[in-house]
């Protein structure tokens, strides 16, 4: 990674680190507090919290041979608050709600028992929070099966803890604590 920050730097890239912190929070704390527009380049769904009017993310780069040049050129995917809420139907700052309910097995959160990315996001859809969910859950609202409704109860115990570990952190202090 040494090597990789040497020749990022060396191209005039700014590379930033906060001791003790990952870097999808340094990004997410970038993206809440930089004054300018701001590109977040990560497919890390994550950080899909972090998309507003200032902030998108480039999300991957392929590579296209021009027909008439023979030149590579980049084509860019990228994504806005716009496109995202279009696409899924949950707004970015629902997005920690959604991913509480559903959990993220790759960062080893476990979500509701037995309720899915399906059924998370119908959830938030109808009840805009995971606090929405457990409210109509607990008033045996007939939108919610009895089953799904069972598991969105026993959730409520976790939480606050799940909300925590899917949130990302936006205050850090980036002056000061920060390596360029």
């Known amino acids: 990674l040494t090597l990789v920050r040497e020749l990022l730097t060396g191209l ?3 590379c930033v680190s906060v001791d003790g912190m990952e870097g999808d929070d340094v990004m997410a ?9 701001i590109t977040l380049m990560t497919q890390d769904k994550d950080c899909r919290q972090c998309l507003s009017s200032k902030c998108n993310i480039l999300l991957d780069v392929n590579w296209i041979q021009d027909e008439t040049s023979g030149d590579m050129l980049p084509e860019y ?3 806005s608050a716009k496109q995202h809420t279009e696409s ?4 970015p ?3 920690t709600s959604y991913q509480a309910i559903m959990g993220d ?5 476990k ?23 457990i409210i109509a859950a607990k008033a045996d609202d007939d939108r919610i099966k009895p089953k ?20 990302l952190k936006t205050d850090l202090q980036l002056t000061g604590s920060t390596r360029l």
């Open 105 to 109: 097995n790759c960062d080893g959160i």
């Open 29 to 37: 704390s970038y993206a809440k507090q930089f004054d300018g527009r």
């Open 12 to 14: 005039g890239f700014a």
């Open 88 to 91: 899924t139907g949950i707004y």
């Open 111 to 133: 979500g509701a028992v037995g309720i899915g990315e399906k059924g998370a996001a119908d959830l938030i859809k109808v009840f805009g929070s995971v606090d929405g969910a």
């Open 93 to 95: 700052e629902q997005w």
């Open 148 to 167: 799904k409704r069972a598991a969105i109860i026993e959730f409520e115990g976790k939480k606050d803890v799940t909300l925590q570990l899917v949130t």
């Open 77 to 79: 995917k990228w994504l």
